[in-house]
Every structure is written in C-alpha cells, then in structure tokens.
C-alpha cells in the first residue's frame, strides 16, 4: 500500500516542489526532481525484488452516483513492473543528465516540474486496473507531452511541434474514449483485467469486441507514432534532447503498446490483432527507410523509434507478447541512450543538430562516441546487445505466423536498422568536421551528469542481454517455445553485414561516389519522398485545412451570409411593417379609440361563444 500511495503522491508533489523551490533558488530544482526520481526508481526496484506470487489488486472507488459507479482500481502485476522500472528508472536517468544539458535554461523549475508529472502520467497509466485510470494517465501525458515538446516557445516552429503533437494525440484520444463508452454501454465493464477474462471466455460479442479494440488501437496509433499519425513524433524534436530521451524511451511511446499488451487476449480475441500486425509492419518499413535520408541527429533516431516500436507492434499483431513486450523493453533502454548519447554531441557541439556539419568527435567525446556505438549495435541488432535477440524473435514469429506482407517489410525493417544507425554515428563521429562553425569549437562533456547515465545504460543493454530469457518468462509468467526458421539468423547476418559495408564504403571512402549518386533526377525524387516522410504529413496537412477547415469554413460563411444575416436583415422591414399598422390606430381622436375598443371586444366575445359552442 505504501508503494502505490508513493506511485500515486510522489510524483505530483514533487512537480509542484521543485517548481516552487526552484523560483526560489534555481539548483533547488534540479535536486526536488532528482530525489523524487531516486525514491519512485528505488521504489520500482523494491516492488520487483519483493513481489508475491499474486498480483497488487486494490479496488477504489471514483464516482459512485445512482447506478453510475467508476472505478479507479490499482492493479501491479509482472507487466506492470517492467514498465514501471523502465519510465522510473529511464526518467531518472534523463533527469540526472538534464543537470548539465539544462544547465544554463533560466526555466528550469519549469521544466522539472513537468518532467515529474509527465513521469507520474506515466506510472498511473502502467498501475490503473481500468480504463478510466488508465484514460486519465494517457491524458496526464498528453497534456504533459505538449508543454514539454513545446517548452521553448518563445521559438514558433517549438510552439507549433507542441500544438501538433497535442492535436495528434488528441484525434486518437477521442477513440479511446469512445471505446471506454461502448465498453460502458455494451459490456458494463470496464476493467482490463476483467475484459481479458471475458474475452478468454467467449462472453463478449465478439462485434462490439472488434470495434472496441479497434478504437483502443487507433489511440496507440496517436500516442505511438505509426502510420498515419507519425509526423508528430518526428516535429516533437523541437522540445530539449532530455525530452526527446524521455518521450521516445521512457514514458509517452511505449504507452500505446502497454494499453495493447495489457488487453492482449482481448485483442486475440477477435482479429484486431491482424489489424495491428499490418499497420506495425508499413509503419516499420516507412520510419526504417525515411531514417536513411535524414540530416538532423534527432530526426534519424525519431524516424528509427518509429520503426522500432512497430517492430514491437508486429510482434503483439503476430500473436507473441513476448516478443512485442521484449522488444518494447529492450528499444527502451538503447533508444534513451541513444537519445542522451545524441544530447551530449549536440551539448559539446554548440547545439548543432545537423550530422552532416558534425565529425571527427571520437577525439573530443571518446567515451560518448563509444556509449552511442554500444546503442547503436544494439538498435542494428548486433549480437551479443538486446536489441538483436528480440528483433530476430519478432520477425521470425513474423515469418511463422504473419502474412508475406507483415514478414517482408518487418525483415526490411530490421536489417535497414544497421544502414541508418551506421551512418548517423559515422557522420558525427569519424572524418573531420563538415563546417568551420564547428571544427575548434567543441568542448569535452562533463564528467559526471553526462558520462553516468550514459554507461550506466551502454552497460545494461549489453548486459540485459544475458537475460532475453529470463526476461521473456518474467513477463509472460511462464516459459516459451521460440519459433526456429531455418537459415534466418545467417540470412539477418549476411545481410547486416552487406548494408555495414555499403555504408562503411559510402560514408567513408566514397563521398564522391554517393554525391554522383545523390545528383541523379531519380535519386533526388527518392530523397525527398523519403525526406518528407512519404509526404504524409503533408497530405494531413493538405486535408485538414482544405477539406475540413476551409470546407467548414465555407459552408459556415454561407449560412452565416445567406441565412443568418438574411434573417436578421429582415427584421429590420418586418419591424418597420408592424410599426405602421400599429401607427394606423395611433390617431389622436378619441372616436377612433373608442371604435378600435368595440371592435376588439367584439372580436374577444365572438371567439369566445365559438369556443364554448364548440365545446
């Protein structure tokens, strides 16, 4: 009970102390937000080392009015656990980082503040035993998502990356809502735990269970990147690196999966899951070959978190929780060093954010350089790093149980993550500086607030890979019979270590060769296909604001110019009649009064004999 009061107190606390602290003295802030994240990190890893055999199950009550009852209910069990250890753990280590990265931002207390709720959207979420728990720690994100992404507004192309990723979120929200009202109408429950046993059982209609799951899943479309509610996700760079580690690590992304993986056998249930597996494998292959164009750092790693969470989307879709939720875990851990890998270069490069003016900074960040290509090899999938035991376990559950489609652009996928990741760290990394802005200007990072959390990481994504199976079996609570398809480990290797070479020979022997290359007609119409991001979010653009706002706008000016001001224009006649006629009587003799009378009681006593005579 005191963990959970802790999970639902600390975080909401903190926020409003060290915001209120650090008016007072800026560092203040700082150290509110990092004991708050030791102590839920500290309280996470007791809650693992000290769980039962049965799950925290805590009934509360929201609202009970009549026959309304919404429960609010507290549910922390093995699936629970590890996404409270990776957004506490993960947020802890972001904020440490922040020390020296946000060091010199005069709104400090601000940013802590909102990091400390943002992290406490994030454990109701994981904790809440129903959905209006869990509605209300995705909205908690949301809201928190959109003042961190747009925290430098002063900056517009900030404020309006905030603005869209809120809209975004917000147009997959509304479905998750309504599926929280079908559930309501239909089932009458709205416990999760409750509807996987229901859906076990057959006792749900398996109609209403389809819509519903769909609707869930087109909220874990907004809040997860895919397609076609991605663009968000890549414009949401524009917020600090710290952020950027946190949203596409710790917290805000891996949220539409947990709701997914907690509903799994709902899910199964009906053919949702297909659904899924095919929306997971498009948005894999677009994010994986639009990350192989991109110039700025963050963007790269935006575009591979979008592929990579799909990656983990596929697995659920293909009928594996083990593989989608050990996917999900592992990318959580190289994906936040990755980000905070990209936070340090963009620290000691003065904030640049462009590869392509970066290089050579393997001999002022050593260790940096070393700690992003720990990461990097576990996003390529490289044995013996995390990353590569539960990619190849996706796609070859991809391959035994999904369709040609899902099985072929996963694989894509998954081998085009070596291409981009060995570019981005050979752009910044190896060669000479690209821009005399840059070159005798970087300085080494800090020793302690940068380094730290950055090994600590590089560390366990290496050594977690020690426990894939004991990870795999915590998870699911029991063990599991991988899928074997013979020859797909040296066919994955074979064809890793073909893109490696392209690469190496393109990046750094063959500069020339790939400007040859990069001048052709079809190469640049390529390029900017995939720059743009299959110009998605310009279609989205492109039809919001012609289609549904002009539109709109234009059947409203319509019926405000021909109807609206038409009915109040003539009132004005209409009056200027009545005036008249009631003019006609206003004589000044006193005659005409005195007719005027005996015509109306006239005409009131007739009515009246009309009426009785009728009755």
Known sequence: MTSVSIYLILP????????????????????????????????????????????????????????????????????????????TGLGFADIHFAHDYMGDDPDQPRYYAKVLFFIGGMILLVIAKDLIGAFAGWEFMGLASYLLISFWFKTKSAADAGMQAFLYTRFGDIFLL???????????????????????????????????????????????GQFPLYPWLMNAMEGPTTVSALIHGATMVNSGIYIVARLFDFYAYTDALLVVANVAALSAFIGATSALVQKEIKKILAYSTMSHLSIAFVGLGVGSLAAGMLHLMNHAIFKALLFLSAGAVIYIAHHTKDAWKLGGLIKTAPYVALFMAMG???????????????????????????????????TIAGLLSIAYITRLWILIF????????????????????????????????????????????????HEIEEPHVKGLLVGLLLGMATLFAIVVGLYVKGMNLLEKISKHRFMQIIHQLLFRGYYVEAGITFISKNIVVNGIARALRWVDTYMIDWVVNATVPFARMIFRGFRIGHTGRIGDYIGTYAIGVAIIVVAILIIVKGV
């Open 376 to 410: 990097s090899m576990s996003l390529a999938g490289l044995p013996p790093f995390s990353g590569f035991f539960s990619k190849d376990m996706i796609i070859a559950e991809a391959i035994t149980h999904g369709s040609p489609f899902v099985y072929t652009l996963v």
């Open 178 to 224: 309504a599926a929280i009202g079908l559930l309501v109408y239909f089932v009458g429950n709205i416990n999760m735990v409750d509807l996987d046993s229901l859906a076990k059982a057959g006792e749900i209609d398996k109609t209403v269970a389809f819509i519903t799951a769909i609707f869930i899943f087109l909220a874990a479309v907004g809040k997860s």
């Open 12 to 87: 909401y606390v903190g926020a409003a102390l060290a915001f209120i602290l650090g008016k007072m003295n800026q560092k203040l802030a700082f150290w509110v937000a990092e004991i708050v994240g030791a102590i839920l990190f500290g309280t996470s890893v007791y809650v693992f080392m000290h769980y039962g055999e049965t799950p925290i199950d805590i009934d509360y009550t929201w609202i009970a009015y009549g026959n309304l009852t919404l429960p609010l209910g507290i549910y922390i069990d093995h699936l629970s656990i590890v996404m409270l250890l990776i957004a």
């Open 430 to 477: 190896l060669g000479e500086p690209r821009n005399e802005d840059i070159a005798g200007h970087v300085h080494a990072p800090g020793n302690f607030f940068i380094r730290l959390p950055l090994g600590i990481l590089a560390f366990v994504t290496l050594g977690i890979a020690l426990y894939q199976t004991d990870a795999v079996e915590y998870i699911v609570g």
